[in-house]
């Protein structure tokens, strides 16, 4: 079965998020536990603003799954309910048919690191 | 109902006569106000009266100094006449200060027991982070290195807070209108605070350690640094290298926990001890600090005020200087050797506001997803092991925990501090009757000065 991961509501201000850093490739099995992507929610992003509020927020599996494709890149901004991955139960499972269902994971809000885009690269 | 006459009121300044503007107003004319609310004010100045003082003239360093007014009952508001002068005569001070001087009339309910006549005074004094940055409207207007308000009657003396946080404590101290007016209104009992903002040093605890143990051959050597490196550099410094430069080079030979203040009063010029009590903000604490590779100091400037430097400064950020790891042991005894020195150099209390340490935008249903230490990643886990480090410390330090983390679990996160710093008006209210209360304690061994 094909499984999607779309850019959830994590904070009801927001209107999208930052991939801050992306842990998997296309290809990789994934445990329960395995880090996907650490996101940053900005919601000033609209518009320069002093002392910025940003939250960073890191996505974990809660089931093993085969990561099949990736939609985005380091750096990039996604709107809400963007399709940022795919996934599916078998590495070679064909990507034609539509996920059946959003992939179930953790969503936990995290300290900046020296990994993160923000305060970086940018 | 009756309407009064609002009357200045006494101000003095010993060997100084104090001239004043026209009166701006804040309000509309006929508004109601409630008891202690700002309406008006007005800038002031000193002027020498020919009796030689010794020492330097009180305020110097304070190129803005304003008086604010507020009535001591609620009522409707309305402007005496020729109180406001309009164009640069509501600027300059052109006006000798009348203590019996009608600026406004209220129509209020009679108070027994209260002087509604009398306006309450909120005296406002701003030192320039530089002389250029002269704005002529507003409270407190302009770009300052720190600002503060106080208010006392006849015969009482103060108890200070120097605010030494970052935008959790900010808001909270300075309120809206950056001018401590909800202070104001929150505390009738003689108080001043003190607000140093967190440009272009953060005030982490190591920053605050070196800025009261560095000595003047120590600053020198910073500024020698800093001028070699921004000379040689083979860009050529932006404007914005050098305005950064120079405010962390006003800021580096400061050390605003040792400051002592003049105050005018009623009675007199006043001349205070360095603060009684130092608000500091938890969330000031980074997990990473950059410490000078030679020279040893720290410097701690946040993401969004190292975008105002050039390229140049960020260079020099970036070669000078090595990223030093904190774990909150390390926080831990930063926080010890920052209080033992306060305390061995004024005695002051310190207020340290905690961090919001849970957050209604995570769905961790198991923590074996996570790596140990968690405090290294979650920041609620941080959060909660940063606000159990300071009870610890509270334990044996004259450390008030300002409780932000019940505050707002209390009032709902979500609602009232969607980022888990930047709190509501309501949160900054409640934050505000604990800070109060905090200096409560504090007056008693005041009046024994």
């Given at each position: 079965?094909?499984y999607?991961?779309?850019?959830p509501?994590?904070?009801?201000?927001?209107?999208?998020?930052?991939?801050?850093?992306?842990?998997?490739e296309?290809?990789?099995?994934?445990?329960?536990g395995?880090?996907?992507?650490?996101?940053?929610v900005d919601?000033?992003?609209?518009?320069a603003?002093?002392?910025?509020?940003?939250?960073?927020?890191r996505?974990?599996?809660r089931?093993?799954?085969f990561?099949?494709?990736?939609?985005?890149a380091?750096?990039q901004?996604c709107?809400?309910?963007?399709?940022?991955?795919?996934?599916s139960n078998?590495?070679?499972?064909?990507?034609s048919?539509?996920?059946v269902?959003d992939?179930?994971?953790?969503?936990a809000g995290?300290?900046?690191?020296?990994?993160?885009?923000?305060?970086?690269v940018? | 109902?009756?309407?009064?006459?609002?009357?200045?009121?006494?101000l003095c300044?010993?060997?100084?006569n104090?001239?004043?503007?026209g009166?701006?107003?804040?309000i509309?004319p006929g508004?109601?106000?409630?008891?202690?609310?700002?309406?008006?004010?007005c800038?002031?100045?000193?002027?020498?009266?020919g009796?030689?003082m010794?020492?330097?003239p009180?305020?110097?360093?304070e190129?803005?100094?304003?008086?604010?007014?507020a009535?001591?009952?609620?009522?409707?508001?309305?402007?005496g006449?020729?109180?406001?002068?309009?164009?640069?005569l509501?600027i300059?001070?052109?006006?000798?200060w009348?203590?019996?001087?009608?600026i406004?009339?209220?129509e209020a309910e009679a108070?027994?027991?209260v002087?509604?006549?009398?306006?309450?005074?909120?005296?406002?004094?701003?030192?320039?982070?530089?002389?250029?940055a002269?704005?002529?409207?507003?409270?407190?207007p302009?770009?300052?290195?720190?600002?503060?308000g106080?208010w006392c009657?006849?015969?009482?003396?103060?108890?200070?807070l120097?605010?030494?946080?970052?935008?959790?404590?900010?808001?909270?101290?300075?309120?809206e209108?950056?001018?401590?007016?909800?202070?104001?209104?929150?505390?009738?009992?003689?108080?001043q605070?003190?607000?140093?903002p967190d440009h272009?040093l953060?005030?982490a605890?190591?920053?605050?350690?070196d800025?009261?143990?560095r000595?003047?051959?120590?600053?020198?050597?910073?500024?020698?640094?800093?001028?070699r490196?921004l000379?040689?550099?083979?860009l050529a410094?932006?404007?914005?290298?050098?305005?950064?430069?120079?405010?962390?080079?006003s800021?580096?030979?400061?050390?605003?926990?040792?400051?002592?203040?003049?105050?005018?009063?009623?009675s007199?010029?006043?001349?205070?001890?360095?603060?009684?009590?130092?608000?500091?903000?938890?969330s000031?604490?980074p997990?990473?600090?950059?410490r000078?590779?030679?020279?040893?100091?720290?410097v701690q400037i946040l993401?969004?005020?190292?975008?105002?430097?050039?390229p140049v400064f960020?260079?020099?950020?970036?070669s000078?200087?090595?990223?030093?790891?904190?774990?909150i042991d390390?926080?831990?005894s930063?926080?010890?050797?920052?209080?033992?020195?306060?305390?061995?150099?004024?005695g002051?209390?310190?207020?340290?506001?905690?961090?919001?340490?849970?957050?209604?935008?995570?769905?961790i249903?198991?923590?074996?997803?996570?790596?140990?230490p968690?405090?290294?990643t979650?920041?609620s886990?941080?959060?909660?092991?940063l606000n159990l480090m300071?009870h610890d410390i509270a334990?044996?330090?004259?450390?008030?925990i300002?409780?932000?983390?019940a505050i707002?679990?209390d009032l709902?996160g979500?609602?009232?501090l969607p980022?888990?710093i930047?709190q509501?008006g309501?949160?900054?209210a409640a934050?505000?009757?604990?800070i109060?209360?905090?200096l409560e304690d504090?007056?008693?061994?005041?009046?024994?000065?």
């Open positions: 079965m094909i999607g991961f779309r850019l509501t994590i904070n009801p201000h927001m209107s999208g998020a930052r991939i801050e850093c992306i842990y998997a296309p290809g990789n099995a994934l445990k329960i395995s880090k996907l992507f650490d996101l940053g919601l000033s992003s609209a518009f603003q002093e002392c910025p509020p940003i939250s960073f927020f996505v974990v599996l089931e093993p799954v990561l099949r494709k990736l939609n985005v380091r750096g901004l709107e809400l309910g963007e399709l940022v991955a795919l996934f078998e590495a070679d499972e064909s990507l048919a539509a996920p269902r992939i179930r994971l953790t969503v995290i300290i900046h690191h020296d990994g993160l885009w923000t305060g970086n940018a | 109902m009756i309407e009064l006459p609002l009357r200045l009121g006494p300044a010993d060997g100084y104090i001239s004043r503007s009166i701006r107003w804040l509309q508004q109601y106000c409630r008891a202690n609310q700002i309406f008006a004010y800038n002031i100045s000193l002027e020498p009266t009796i030689r010794s020492g330097p009180p305020f110097a360093e190129m803005e100094l304003q008086v604010a007014f009535a001591r009952a609620a009522g409707r508001i309305l402007g006449a020729g109180a406001e002068r309009g164009g640069y509501s300059r001070s052109v006006d000798v009348d203590a019996g001087a009608v406004a009339y209220i108070e027994p027991d002087d509604l006549e009398r306006l309450r005074l909120l005296m406002l004094a701003g030192r320039r982070m530089t002389g250029l002269d704005v002529h409207t507003g409270l407190l302009g770009w300052h290195g720190r600002t503060r106080w009657d006849e015969g009482e003396m103060p108890v200070s120097l605010s030494l946080g970052i935008c959790d404590a900010t808001g909270v101290v300075i309120g209108q950056c001018a401590f007016v909800e202070m104001f209104e929150a505390a009738t009992a003689p108080t605070m003190v607000f140093v272009p953060a005030p605890t190591p920053v605050l350690l800025q009261l143990e000595k003047p051959a120590q600053f020198q050597a910073i500024a020698t640094d800093m001028h490196f000379s040689d550099s083979t410094p932006t404007a914005d290298d050098w305005m950064v430069s120079g405010a962390l080079l800021v580096l030979q400061r050390s605003p926990i040792q400051d002592s203040y003049s105050l005018l009063t009623p007199g010029t006043v001349r205070t001890e360095p603060a009684d009590a130092v608000l500091l903000s938890l000031s604490e997990q990473s600090i950059l000078h590779k030679s020279l040893g100091y720290h993401r969004h005020h190292q975008a105002a430097a050039g960020r260079a020099w950020l970036g000078a200087f090595e990223t030093v790891k904190r774990s390390d926080i831990h930063d926080y010890l050797r920052l209080l033992d020195a306060m305390q061995a150099a004024t002051a209390r310190a207020l340290v506001i905690n961090r919001m340490s849970t957050s209604g935008y995570e769905d249903s198991s923590y074996s997803l996570f790596d140990a968690m405090s290294g979650l920041s886990i941080a959060a909660k092991e300071l334990e044996h330090r004259d450390l008030v300002i409780d932000v983390d707002a679990a709902g979500a609602e009232h980022d888990g930047h509501s309501p949160i900054q934050l505000r009757v604990e109060l209360h905090a504090l007056r008693p061994k005041m009046q024994l000065k």
